[in-house]
T-cell receptor
Framework: NAGVMQNPRHLVRRRGQEARLRCSPM?????VYWYRQLPEEGLKFMVY????????ESGMPKERFSAEFPKEGPSILRIQQVVRGDSAAYFC????????????????FGEGSWLTVV | GENVEQHPSTLSVQEGDSAVIKCTYS??????FPWYKQELGKGPQLIID?????GEKKDQRIAVTLNKTAKHFSLHITETQPEDSAVYFC?????????????FGTGTRLKVLA
């Protein structure tokens, strides 16, 4: 009964390189969220996706960041031309298909991908 | 905009004492309130949640209370143990246009002193 799987767990990139972070949701889950956590700070929402659809990307920087959740395979958060300020932990969370207002929509987090830009 | 305020930011208690963490939300349409525990180097783990039609929920040593009128909810940990030391996040969620939007608090670092 695997939980949310993220890889890589740790990633080091030089400034200007690209970072790709992958997330496989829990079995049976079709909704994926990405959050960023800077050191000693809280969780900042980035993007919410369903299969082949971006539902809400209001927290995603307009440039250099993109996310996808294809019909087959994991969700991918892509950061192009990384800068030192991108160094953070990136968490993926997943939830099952919405059960309606009465049941809520609990999200479960993965263990995170720690990006370090040098 | 919508936000969730969480207090205190740090909390130290003696082992065996109780710990209380409080959150206040701004969006009156929020109807689901989970709490997460994050240990160092790990992802947040759901520990308890409460829905808006319930005032209190308990699970062994942890409990959550919700006051919808005042728009605040609290996490209570009794008989604290060293392994309770972690960062705790509250969140408020609502259904918006068919999807759920979560707003997280800024976290509380709990230290349980042996």
């Amino acid at each position: 009964n695997a939980g949310v799987m993220q890889n890589p767990r740790h990633l080091v990139r030089r400034r200007g390189q690209e970072a790709r972070l992958r997330c496989s949701p829990m079995k049976g889950h079709s909704h994926v969220y990405w959050y960023r956590q800077l050191p000693e700070e809280g969780l900042k929402f980035m993007v919410y996706l369903q299969k082949e659809n971006i539902i809400d990307e209001s927290g995603m920087p307009k440039e250099r960041f993109s996310a996808e959740f294809p019909k087959e395979g994991p969700s991918i958060l892509r950061i192009q031309q990384v800068v030192r300020g991108d160094s953070a932990a990136y968490f993926c969370a997943s939830s099952p298909t919405s059960g309606g207002a009465a049941s809520g929509n609990t999200i479960y987090f993965g263990e995170g991908s720690w990006l370090t830009v040098v | 905009g919508e936000n969730v305020e969480q207090h205190p930011s740090t909390l130290s208690v003696q082992e065996g004492d109780s710990a209380v963490i409080k959150c206040t939300y701004s969006d009156s349409a929020s109807n689901y309130f989970p709490w997460y525990k994050q240990e160092l180097g790990k992802g947040p783990q759901l520990i308890i949640d409460i829905r808006s039609n319930v005032g209190e929920k308990k699970d062994q040593r942890i409990a959550v209370t919700l006051n919808k009128t005042a728009k605040h909810f609290s996490l209570h940990i009794t008989e604290t143990q060293p392994e309770d030391s972690a960062v705790y996040f509250c969140a408020a969620s609502r259904l918006t246009s068919g999807t759920y939007k979560y707003i997280f608090g800024t976290g509380t670092r709990l230290k349980v002193l042996a």
